[in-house]
C-alpha cells in the first residue's frame, strides 16, 4: 500500500511537460504582477526611499565624503554617483523583504497554504515565486535609474545598462532568498517590523552602499571586515563593477553561493516535515 501511495503522489509530477511548468511559472508571475500592479504605493515607496536619500542625504554629505579614485572609477567622482549602486541595491533589498511580507501576510490568509498544495514540486513553486518577485525588483531599480538619468547620474557607457541587468538579476535573487527565508521563520506579520530593525538596517548600513571600506578601514578595522563579509556589500559591488562593464569575481561567487544557499535553506524551511514543525510547535515553546 505504501509503494502504490508513493506512486501516486509522484507520478503526477513526473508526467508534467516543460510547457506545463512553464505556464506555472507564468501563473506565479502573473499574480505577483498584478498585486504590484494593486499597490501603487509600494511603487511610490520604492522610488521615494532611494530619492531621499539620493538627493537630500547626498546633497548634506557631498563635501564631507568626497569620494578619491578608486576602481572601477578612473576619475574622482560626485557623491550621489558613488551611492547610486548601493540605492539600486537597497531597492531590491526592500523589494525582498517585501516579498517576504506577502508571504508571510499569505500564510495568516490562507494563500499560501493553496500555493503550496499545487501537485507542482515545492521547490518549483518557491522558486518561481522567487523568479517573480526578482523581477518586480529590477523594473523597479530601472524606475530609478530612469529618474536618476535627468540629474546626469549615468553609467559612462549606455551599454551599462545593458551590462548591469546579470548583476541586479543575482543580487535580487540572492537578497529575495534571504527574504524568503526569513519569511518561513516569521510566525506573525506583526513580527515584520522587528525583522526590518534587525536584519535589513544593519545589512544596508554595514556595507559598502553609502561609504567606501577604505574609510571605514580608517576608523574600524573591525568593522571594516564585518562591512567586507556582509553579502549585502559584495551584491553592492557587483552591481557597481557591472555598471562600468567590469566584474568582480569574489564578489560573483559570494552572490551566487549566498542566494543557492538561501534558497536551499528556504526550500528546507518550508518543508511540512521539517521547517513548519518549528512554527506548529511555536506555542508550546
Same mark, same amino acid.
Given at each position: 500500500? $505504501? ?25 506565479? =508571475? ?40 578608486? #576602481?572601477?572609477?578612473? $576619475?574622482?567622482?560626485?557623491? *550621489?554617483?558613488?551611492?547610486?549602486? &548601493? ?8 523589494? &525582498?523583504?517585501?516579498?517576504?511580507? +506577502?508571504? @508571510?501576510?499569505? !500564510? ?6 493553496? /500555493? ?6 515545492? %521547490? ?21 535609474? /530612469? ?9 559612462? +557607457? #549606455? %551599454?551599462?545598462?545593458? $551590462? ?51 574609510? =571605514? *578601514? ?7 571586515? @564585518?562591512?567586507?563579509?556582509? #553579502? ?7 552591481? !557597481? ?5 567590469? =566584474? $568582480? #569575481? ?10 543557492? =544557499?538561501?534558497?536551499? +535553506? ?6 511540512? +516535515? !521539517?521547517?513548519?514543525?518549528?512554527? !506548529?510547535? &511555536?506555542?508550546?515553546?
Amino acid at each position: 500500500m $505504501t509503494a502504490i501511495s508513493n506512486d501516486a503522489k509522484t507520478s503526477p509530477v513526473k508526467g508534467f511537460s516543460l510547457a506545463q511548468y512553464w505556464i506555472c511559472l507564468q501563473g506565479v =508571475v502573473w499574480r505577483e504582477a498584478l498585486r504590484f500592479l494593486h499597490q501603487r504605493e509600494r511603487f511610490v515607496s520604492a522610488l521615494v526611499r532611494p530619492l531621499v536619500w539620493l538627493f537630500i542625504f547626498a546633497a548634506g554629505f557631498r563635501s564631507v565624503l568626497g569620494i578619491s579614485i578608486m #576602481p572601477p572609477y578612473e $576619475t574622482h567622482i560626485p557623491y *550621489q554617483v558613488y551611492i547610486t549602486p &548601493g540605492l539600486m541595491a537597497m531597492i531590491q533589498l526592500f523589494s &525582498g523583504m517585501q516579498s517576504s511580507l +506577502s508571504m @508571510v501576510y499569505d !500564510r495568516e490568509m490562507g494563500n499560501m497554504r493553496i /500555493l503550496l498544495v499545487s501537485p507542482f514540486p515545492r %521547490w518549483y513553486l518557491l522558486t518561481s515565486k522567487l523568479l517573480a518577485g526578482t523581477a518586480v525588483s529590477i523594473l523597479q531599480v530601472y524606475a530609478y535609474l /530612469l529618474i536618476a538619468y535627468f540629474w546626469q547620474i549615468i553609467p559612462p +557607457s #549606455p %551599454w551599462g545598462y545593458v $551590462t548591469v541587468l546579470p548583476a541586479l538579476a543575482l543580487s535580487g535573487l540572492m537578497l529575495g532568498a534571504l527574504g524568503m527565508l526569513l519569511s518561513s521563520l516569521i510566525r506573525q506579520l506583526e513580527n515584520f517590523a522587528g525583522v526590518m530593525n534587525f536584519v535589513i538596517f544593519p545589512m544596508f548600513f554595514a556595507s559598502s552602499a553609502l561609504y567606501p571600506l577604505s574609510r =571605514v *578601514q580608517e576608523g574600524s578595522p573591525g568593522l571594516a571586515l @564585518v562591512c567586507w563579509l556582509n #553579502p549585502f556589500t559584495q551584491a553592492v559591488e557587483l552591481i !557597481r563593477f557591472a555598471l562600468y562593464e567590469q =566584474v $568582480t #569575481p569574489v564578489s560573483l561567487a559570494v552572490v551566487v553561493g549566498c542566494a543557492c =544557499v538561501f534558497l536551499a +535553506s528556504a526550500i528546507i524551511a518550508y518543508d511540512p +516535515s !521539517r521547517g513548519m514543525l518549528i512554527r !506548529r510547535a &511555536g506555542p508550546s515553546e
